[in-house]
C-alpha cells in the first residue's frame, strides 16, 4: 500500500498545478474528498483537477449551487457540501447518481458525511501553513489511489 504523500503549496498556482496533475491521471469514477478550513484551498485545488481533465474555463466555487458539472476529457462533477446543513439535504442530492456515473467526483466539504462515499477514494486534507503556504496531505483508500500517489511521484 502507498502511505500517504504530504507535499507543501508555496501559493495558489502551485495548488492549482498538483491540482493539474491528478486531473491529468483522473479516470472516470474517481473520487477525490478535499477537506480543510474556509479558505484552505479546496477550490483551488478542484480549479487545477478541473483543468488536468482538459476543462478549459474557470472554476468557480460551487458554494451556492451544490453541485457544478464540467465537460473535459471526462466530466467533473465538483460538489461542495459547505451549505448543506442537514444529512437529509445531502441526501437528497441523490449523490450516488454523481459517485457512479462513470464522472470523476471533486467533493468539498467532504467530512460532513462520512457514510456516504465509496471505500475507496483519494482523501486529501489542506492544511492552512502561512497566508500563501498549505500543506496538501493525499491519503489514499484502495489500490487505484494508491496507484495514483506513485504516479505522482514519479512525476515530481
Ligand atoms: N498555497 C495556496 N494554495 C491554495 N490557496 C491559497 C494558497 N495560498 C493562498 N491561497 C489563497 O487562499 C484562498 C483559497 O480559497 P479557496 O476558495 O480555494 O478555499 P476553499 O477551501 O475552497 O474555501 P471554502 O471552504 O470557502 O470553499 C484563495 O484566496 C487563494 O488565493
Ligand atoms: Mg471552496
Redesign the pocket.
Known amino acids: 500500500m502507498t502511505k500517504s504523500l504530504h507535499l507543501l503549496?508555496?501559493?495558489?498556482e502551485?495548488?492549482q498545478h498538483i491540482g493539474m496533475q491528478l486531473g491529468k491521471l483522473a479516470r472516470a469514477g474517481d473520487v477525490f474528498l478535499l477537506s480543510?478550513?474556509?479558505?484552505?484551498?479546496?477550490?483551488?485545488?478542484a480549479q487545477g483537477i478541473a483543468w488536468g481533465l482538459g476543462f478549459e474555463e474557470y472554476v468557480s466555487?460551487p458554494?451556492f449551487v451544490v453541485v457544478r458539472e464540467y465537460h473535459g476529457r471526462i466530466p467533473m462533477y465538483h460538489i461542495?457540501l459547505?451549505r448543506l446543513a442537514q444529512l437529509s439535504e445531502i441526501l437528497e442530492l441523490g449523490l450516488d447518481d454523481y459517485l457512479y456515473d462513470g464522472g470523476v467526483c471533486v467533493v468539498?466539504?467532504a467530512e460532513k458525511v462520512t457514510m456516504a462515499w465509496p471505500n475507496e477514494h483519494m482523501l486529501i486534507r489542506?492544511e492552512y501553513v502561512s497566508?500563501?503556504?498549505?500543506w496538501l496531505c493525499l491519503e489514499p483508500s484502495g489500490e487505484r489511489y494508491s496507484l495514483i500517489l506513485s504516479d505522482l511521484r514519479r512525476e515530481k
Do not use: F, H, Q
Not at 478550513?37 to 483551488?44: E, S
Open positions: 503549496s508555496r501559493g495558489p502551485d495548488t480543510g478550513k474556509l479558505g484552505a484551498g479546496k477550490t483551488c485545488l466555487s458554494s461542495d459547505y468539498e466539504w489542506i497566508d500563501i503556504e498549505r
